[in-house]
Antibody, heavy 122, light 107 residues
Framework: EVQLVESGGGLVKPGGSLRLSCAAS????????MNWVRQAPGKGLEWVSS????????YYADSVKGRFTISRDNAKNSLYLQMNTLRAEDTAVYYC???????????????WGQGTVVTVSS | DIQMTQSPSTLSASVGDRVTITCRAS??????LAWYQQKPGKAPKLLIY???SLESGVPSRFSGSGSGTEFTLSISSLQPDDFATYFC?????????FGQGTKLEIK
């Protein structure tokens, strides 16, 4: 079964850090570009970051640029999001999502994890 | 940055109705548009990609159309399972902007 499972969310104080993980199974992880998308409570979807299949290219939303770092370990079939200098407005459910097609062009997101909750509060 | 605007924000309809949701891009995105369905507490589900291609396993009552800056998602005969929130997303660029969502409610 094709699956993505996020972990690493939790409660953190403003200015703190968290590292999210996304474990992939059921497909050849190294073939696909991967993404993080978040959803604040009661709000819509916000694209956060993308990483191409090769790991060569990274992309970030302006709201997280300079604070978040996306990475992957193809040997471990895992995607990561290092989140530093967290703010209250980063509070959200964080989803990892797979690009639908192979290669390094942008694509729709066909497989999503169940999400992990990040709460930034003092 | 490309902005995506959905309308309406809320749509009330009955089982069996045909409904249409519109998504407009602030600049041309060719056909690089996806539609997702999301139910409360669940991850989004891909319905349509490349503006009009139906994702595998998605019922044929869902259809998408459009190119350039104007796109539509139609549901031909609403079923009880279709009441959810729908989002469009452009992927002409890697910073894949989402629309603000359309909540489809039971009338």
């Amino acid at each position: 079964e094709v699956q993505l499972v996020e972990s690493g969310g939790g409660l953190v104080k403003p200015g703190g850090s968290l590292r999210l993980s996304c474990a992939a199974s059921g497909f050849t992880f190294s073939y696909y570009s991967m993404n993080w998308v978040r959803q604040a409570p009661g709000k819509g979807l916000e694209w956060v970051s993308s990483l191409t299949s090769s790991g060569t290219y990274t992309y970030y939303a302006d709201s997280v640029k300079g604070r978040f770092t996306i990475s992957r370990d193809n040997a471990k079939n895992s995607l990561y999001l290092q989140m530093n200098t967290l703010r209250a407005e980063d509070t959200a459910v964080y989803y990892c999502a797979r690009d639908r097609g192979f290669g390094e062009q942008p694509d729709a997101f066909d497989i999503w994890g169940q999400g992990t909750v990040v709460t930034v509060s003092s | 940055d490309i902005q995506m605007t959905q309308s309406p924000s809320t749509l009330s309809a009955s089982v069996g109705d045909r409904v249409t949701i519109t998504c407009r891009a602030s600049q041309s995105i060719d056909i690089w548009l996806a539609w997702y369905q999301q139910k409360p507490g669940k991850a989004p589900k891909l319905l349509i990609y490349k503006a009009s291609s139906l994702e595998s396993g998605v019922p044929s009552r869902f259809s998408g159309s459009g190119s350039g800056t104007e796109f539509t998602l139609s549901i031909s005969s609403l079923q009880p399972d279709d009441f959810a929130t729908y989002f469009c997303q452009q992927y002409n660029t890697y910073w894949g902007t989402f629309g603000q969502g359309t909540k489809l409610e039971i009338k």
